[in-house]
């Protein structure tokens, strides 16, 4: 059977004006015109990302007070707590707000959330700063939902300031941090409302150090910090928190991809050695959500983060290697047991069709690769997927959900919280936490709330196989090409990679490769005769042979071995004819 696909729609007369006024492929000019540039000079800003682009903080409510306590602690000598959640936004977050009051000259206390104590800032951290002699705390990537705690640190003297873009609970008037900076409140008019922390930290740093310069902080010799030297903290945290790869935060993720491309911090100099990245490699978003984000993502998802806060923090080559070995354990521990767990889910998976959503549980999982696990099944199934680990110790439950496109997974959680303790997160990721005794409940619940928010209409469209940005014949797919799409990145969420569309696609080869041979290597030949090799990730069971004739949706990139450089395409989707 043809494969079927959905071209997207994009304006001609603005193709051909971006073609032309770019010197670039039609293909290229459809692509720009379907993520929303109009003319070349949108184009060429978007295509050569630079800070100069970022909009000021204008309507984001909360930035001012909690610049203006921070000037005041600065200035007078007062101690700051930072705290950041144990995924590698909330660390890059902690880190960069860290580094940078350090180097203002301020006394810190940086710590990390334990995945044993829960999601979020809790009141024993609370009362550890305020023990501490912290007058200030920052949380980081937390804090919105972290009433109890807040009002337990301001019950103590203590001011809290949040950092954070998780969903805010409807009575944000009420909140009792000092100052919530979060770009999702209801009174926030910021025009980007998608941002990571850690680049809402950058943010607040930059206005910090701006509001300290105007008191004449750095008149009596004090050396101004350069907040370029922070966007590799911000590079990692944008891209490995998958949040959409546009406006601040492309910018911000491109720009810093220069600086953590030069390993300058001795700790992200010990993790790139480690992960095989950079040198003449170079560094792009995949190097980040391949290789350094989930090295960093498995102290948190083990136990503890602290040892990845400590990396990022090393002051010397010797201290940051320490801490990267223990990254490093930390990950080689986090891929064992994600394999055991992931052989147990797949034992529990029905034959048939597993309803509105697939929830499964499992006591003594580690509750730290629920979310890697709940991915898996949402790309598998493509529908709302979450994966509970039962603690019988504690008699708590703590999962995550991932869902497609479509689907806000807090809006479904909230239909539920007769049976949580607490819930919090994005549309598309979210953790919860239940009593043990309640996961049965917990399960039919959900399995309603998806059901019900299907019949309303909010599930997701068409999957990412049947949209391409264009139909072209394989002749037309060359180096040339794929250095223009290139411009177009960091790929990532809200700025997917070209995806191309091809017919009549003739294979000369196939094998399966990978160590479970789940993969399928091929070889296409064009009109011409050219060949053309390609990787189906996944297709190692639908090997449709040599000789046939197919109908493919593909990614082009340039491979480059041993110095030689060919096209290779990353298949999407594949139909024999």
């Known amino acids: 059977m043809t494969s079927t696909w959905t071209i997207r729609t994009v304006d001609a007369t603005t193709v051909s004006s971006l073609a032309a006024g770019l010197g670039v492929s039609e293909i290229t000019a459809r692509c720009l015109a379907g993520r929303g540039i109009a003319d070349a000079s949108s184009a060429r800003s978007y295509l050569a990302p630079r800070l100069n682009q970022l909009r000021p903080p204008v309507g984001l409510t909360g930035l001012s007070t909690a610049v203006e306590r921070l000037a005041r602690a600065v200035s007078q000598g007062e101690r700051i ?15 960069l707000m860290a580094s940078f009051l350090e180097q203002l000259g301020a006394s810190c206390v940086p710590r990390v959330a334990r995945r044993d104590a829960g999601y979020g800032f809790g009141s024993a951290e609370a009362d550890a700063m305020a023990s501490a002699g912290c007058r ?16 337990r640190a301001a019950a103590r003297g203590v001011d809290v300031i949040v950092v954070d873009h998780h969903t805010v609970p409807s009575a944000t008037e009420q909140h009792p941090a000092l100052a919530l900076v979060n770009p999702l409140r209801a009174d926030s008019t910021f025009p980007f409302r998608a941002m990571a922390s850690v680049g809402l930290a950058f943010y607040l740093m930059a206005a910090l150090r701006t509001e300290l310069s105007g008191r004449g902080y750095f008149r009596s010799g004090r050396e101004m910090p350069d907040l370029r030297e922070l966007l590799d903290l911000v590079a990692l945290g944008t891209v490995a928190d998958l949040v959409p790869l ?11 991809l220069q600086y953590l491309a030069q390993g300058r911090r001795p700790g992200v100099a010990a993790l790139m050695a480690l992960a095989k990245v950079g040198g003449d490699r170079g560094i792009d978003e995949r190097a980040i959500g ?3 984000g989930p090295r960093l993502n498995a102290p948190g998802r083990m136990g503890d983060a602290a040892p990845a806060l400590s990396l990022l923090l090393a002051r010397d080559a010797a201290e940051a290697e320490h801490w990267a070995a223990q990254v490093e354990d930390a990950n080689e521990r986090r891929r064992a047991a994600q394999a055991e767990v992931w052989e147990q889910v797949l034992g529990m998976l029905p034959s048939a069709d597993p309803g509105p959503a697939v929830v499964v549980a499992g006591d003594g999982w580690p509750s730290g690769i629920t979310g890697i696990v709940a991915s898996k099944l949402n790309e598998m199934f493509e529908r709302p997927s979450f994966v509970i680990a039962v603690d019988p110790v504690s008699g708590l439950a703590r999962g995550s959900g991932r869902a497609p496109k479509g689907f806000h997974l807090c809006e479904i959680l909230a239909r539920c919280d007769s049976h949580l303790v607490r819930f919090g997160g994005h549309a598309g990721a979210a953790g919860l936490t239940a009593e043990a005794g309640r996961v049965e409940a917990l399960r039919e619940a959900l399995s309603a709330a998806v059901a019900e928010a299907s ?16 139909e072209v014949d394989l002749g037309q797919v060359d180096e040339s090409l794929c250095r223009e799409l290139g411009q177009l990145s960091p790929f990532g969420q809200g700025n997917e990679k070209p995806l191309l569309g091809c017919r009549g696609m003739r294979v000369r080869t196939t094998r399966r490769v990978g160590g479970d041979g789940s993969h399928l290597k091929l070889e296409f030949e ?15 069971e639908r090997d449709p042979g040599a000789g046939a004739t197919i109908d493919a949706t593909f990614v082009p990139s340039i491979n480059v071995w041993r110095g030689e450089s060919r096209v290779e395409l990353e298949i999407q989707h594949l139909a024999g004819r």
């Open 136 to 151: 200030v705390i920052i949380t980081g990537d937390c804090g919105t939902s972290d009433i109890d705690a807040i009002e």
């Open 290 to 292: 391949w290789r350094l």
């Open 81 to 95: 707590g930072i705290f950041g959640d144990y995924d590698v936004d909330g660390v890059t977050t902690a880190a």
């Open 526 to 540: 064009d009109r011409q005769g050219r060949a053309l090799s390609g990787i189906a990730f996944g297709w190692g």
């Open 455 to 470: 019949a309303d209409g909010d599930e997701g469209g068409a999957g990412r196989g049947s949209l391409i940005d264009a």
């Open 246 to 256: 546009q406006g601040e935060n492309r910018i911000l993720a491109a720009t810093g």
